[in-house]
């Protein structure tokens, strides 16, 4: 599943320090396929990050999962939802609890400076209650220059690879190179122009039928049915990843370019800038464009801009109200 070796930069919370990205579940009504994170620090990143004491408790409630299970829904953030009507998966949850300490034995042998959350994961400031360790930023680390690595991020892909079509976690890096391997702390570089190839060729793919097997390496297998896939178009991925690059080099992403078309268009709305808001907001991948406005209004008033007033009546809240009889 591409390198496993992640760093957790420094922040105003915590230093930064070296970790181990494991494949799993979070399960928050349905599954959500996740990497569970392990730093040499002993903080735990399960959505959000917990010590050796609250991970336990998450075991305890369920929350960390080492697979989905028949007739559960799972979800994959970025790229499908199924149902699992098939499975066989490596660990229990014992077991699965054992692996992640383990990592942690490997990273730091001697348990030094191990964070303690003192049987509180909450911290009151101002009478409001705060999380200690919130949701954590990680980049993942080349194999072969983890001193030197360059800034990278992770997304969710579907990889065909020895006749199996794998689940796994695909890794960009802002030099340009993707890892693709589908294998645990195993690497695979490809250029965005080769990714396009793999596109093309189905050695990458952005959906799959219904009764297929989805293998995770090192955690088990799925069989999935009413799979429902978020991009439908082999360029929006290979936008998104050259989004992501940019982004990674410190430049300005498509939804930020859309952004400040929009307020160039607001502040001075000519048949110009309303074009060139059109072009920004294409730019942007179709599966990402929602993420252009704020949570409730999402992208419909730049659609209303380019495409007419009748683009209001796709928006969520309004399909609600009607279907409530407003």
């Known amino acids: 599943m591409t390198t496993a070796r992640i760093r957790r930069p420094e922040s105003n919370r915590l230093p930064g320090v070296d970790g181990i990205a494991v494949p799993g579940f979070i399960r928050n009504g349905r599954y959500f396929f996740t990497e569970i994170s392990v730093f040499a620090d002993g903080i735990f990143d399960c959505w959000g990050g917990v010590d050796l004491d609250f991970l336990a408790r998450k075991f305890a409630q369920g929350w960390i999962c080492p697979g989905a299970f028949v007739g559960e829904e799972i979800s994959v953030h970025d790229l499908m939802a199924a149902q699992v009507v098939a499975c066989e998966w490596d660990f229990s949850a014992e077991a699965y609890h054992k692996r992640l300490l383990g990592y942690l034995a490997d990273l730091n042998p001697t348990s030094q400076d191990l964070v303690d959350f003192e049987g509180e994961d ?42 199996q079509t794998f689940l796994t976690v695909m890794r960009i890096y802002a030099d340009g190179q993707v890892d693709i391997h589908p294998r645990f702390d195993e690497e695979r570089f490809v250029s965005v122009d080769e990714l396009g190839a793999l596109l093309k060729r189905g050695e990458i793919l952005l959906s799959v039928p219904d009764g297929t097997v989805l293998e995770i390496d090192t955690l088990g297998r799925m069989t999935v049915t009413e799979v429902m896939c978020w991009i439908e178009k082999p360029a929006d991925l290979i936008a998104e990843v050259t989004d992501s690059i940019q982004k990674l080099r410190g430049e300005k992403s498509s939804i930020q370019n859309c952004r400040d078309a929009y307020q160039e268009y607001l502040d001075k709305p000519t048949l110009a800038t309303k074009e060139l808001l059109r072009i920004a907001y294409e730019a942007v991948p179709e599966h990402h464009r929602m993420y252009v406005g704020d949570m409730d209004v999402k992208d419909i008033p730049i659609r209303m801009v380019l495409y007419g007033e009748q683009e209001i009546e796709n928006w969520s809240h309004r399909l609600v109200a009607r279907s409530l009889g407003h």
Not at 135 to 141: K, S
């Open 122 to 163: 909450v911290d009151i400031r101002d009478g409001v209650r705060w999380a200690k360790v919130g949701m954590i930023r990680t980049t993942p680390l080349q194999l072969n220059k983890q001193d030197s690595s360059p800034p990278g991020d992770s997304r969710n892909i579907l990889v065909r690879h020895d006749g």
